[in-house]
């Protein structure tokens, strides 16, 4: 049984931090690639942060440089440490294996940034 469930958003004011983080259940933990995933309003879901099973870490221009995504197999958890965050954060944030498996998407963690 795949289950991914995310926590930790909130609101923050621009220049903020917050860490996320996915709780995924299942034996495909430690090989998978994961990544982290965000859906504003009116936009599609884009992939922010991808992290495979070495510790390769990958990132959407728009997040590089403030976001970082870890892992820890131990706990099969994926994180997304956000700094630095602007107002166009603002979304739904999901994780997922990459590529995503369409039926197991989790109900995701708001984050919204504002003043």
């Known amino acids: 049984q795949v289950q991914f469930v995310e926590s930790g958003g909130g609101w923050v004011q621009p220049g903020g931090s917050l860490r996320l983080s996915c709780a995924a259940s299942?034996?495909?933990?430690?090989?998978?690639?994961m990544g982290w995933y965000r859906q504003a309003p009116g936009k599609q879901r884009e992939l922010v942060a991808s992290?495979?099973?070495?510790?390769?870490?990958n990132y959407a221009d728009s997040v590089k440089g403030r976001f970082t995504i870890s892992r820890d197999g131990t706990k099969n958890t994926a994180y997304l440490q956000m700094n630095s965050l602007k107002p166009e954060d603002t979304a739904v944030y999901y994780c997922?294996?990459?590529?995503?498996?369409?039926?197991?998407w989790g109900q995701g963690t708001q984050v919204t940034v504002s003043s």
């Open positions: 997922n294996r990459k590529p995503a498996w369409v039926d197991y």
């Open positions: 299942g034996r495909f933990f430690t090989i998978a690639t």
């Open positions: 992290i495979v099973s070495t510790g390769t870490t």
